[in-house]
């Protein structure tokens, strides 16, 4: 079967502009996660949607980024006002359930560049 | 603050010889430990976990380590293949969480 998806594959913006992020996830997996990997560090979690509970935002850096998952499928990501330090690729994943011991599979990312 | 650590950027080994990567945690709440593997270009795969009740996990050419006390997990490819040439990741969460924690990788080069 298909696995996830994410678009653009790669997305170029100026300074200040919005953008978003596309993911759809594995058909009935009712977890998706969203991480970002900046140059050189390892992946930083984002955001999380279990079924119909309540997302965990924990892990989004400032009020600029928020995320949205329609029907408990296709999530978007946005981030409004880039600014530098948001390049980076952005990575979804998903899962069966949302506990760790359940495989998260990942999409191959989109890589933003904020110039 | 870095809760899980890979002090090793990159590993150079030769095909058929062992591979050896580290990861340091310093969270003693995480009791679920993965591996992933990251190809250019592509998301990271799941390559193999384990749980702290655990000391070792085996699949095949892939071996996971884990010593509690040191809050120290290794991964051992044995023998290692030219195909194994990727970044790997650890990872660490609570079993019954769902938030990984990733180190910054460490890029494998086997060599034929």
């Known amino acids: 079967g298909a696995g996830v998806s994410q678009s653009p594959s790669n997305k170029v913006t100026e300074k200040g502009k919005d953008v978003e992020l596309r993911c759809d996830p594995i058909?009935?997996?009712?977890?998706l996660y969203w991480y970002r990997q900046s140059l050189g560090q390892g992946l930083e979690f984002l955001i999380y949607f279990q079924g119909n509970s309540a997302p965990d935002k924990s892990g989004l850096p400032s009020d600029r980024f928020s995320a949205e998952r329609t029907g408990g499928s296709v999530s978007t990501l946005t981030i409004q006002r880039t600014q530098q330090e948001d390049s980076a690729v952005y990575l979804c994943?998903?899962?069966?359930?949302?506990?760790?011991?359940?495989?998260?599979?990942f999409g191959p990312g989109t890589r933003l560049t904020v110039t | 603050d870095q809760q899980v650590k890979q002090n090793s950027p990159s590993l150079s080994v030769q095909e058929g010889r062992i591979s050896i990567l580290n990861c340091d945690y310093t969270n003693s709440m995480f009791d679920y430990f993965l591996w992933y593997k990251k190809y250019p270009a592509e998301g990271p795969t799941f390559l193999i976990s384990?749980?702290?009740?655990?000391d070792k996990n085996e699949d095949g050419r892939f071996t996971v380590f884990l010593n509690k006390s040191a809050k120290h997990l290794s991964l051992h490819i044995v023998p290692s293949q030219p195909g194994d040439s990727a970044v790997y990741f650890c990872a660490a969460s609570l079993e019954y969480g769902n938030k990984l924690v990733f180190g910054a990788g460490t890029i494998l080069r086997v060599k034929s």
């Open positions: 994943a998903s899962s069966l359930e949302g506990r760790s011991s359940y495989e998260q599979y």
């Open positions: 384990i749980s702290s009740i655990k």
């Open positions: 058909s009935g997996h009712t977890a």
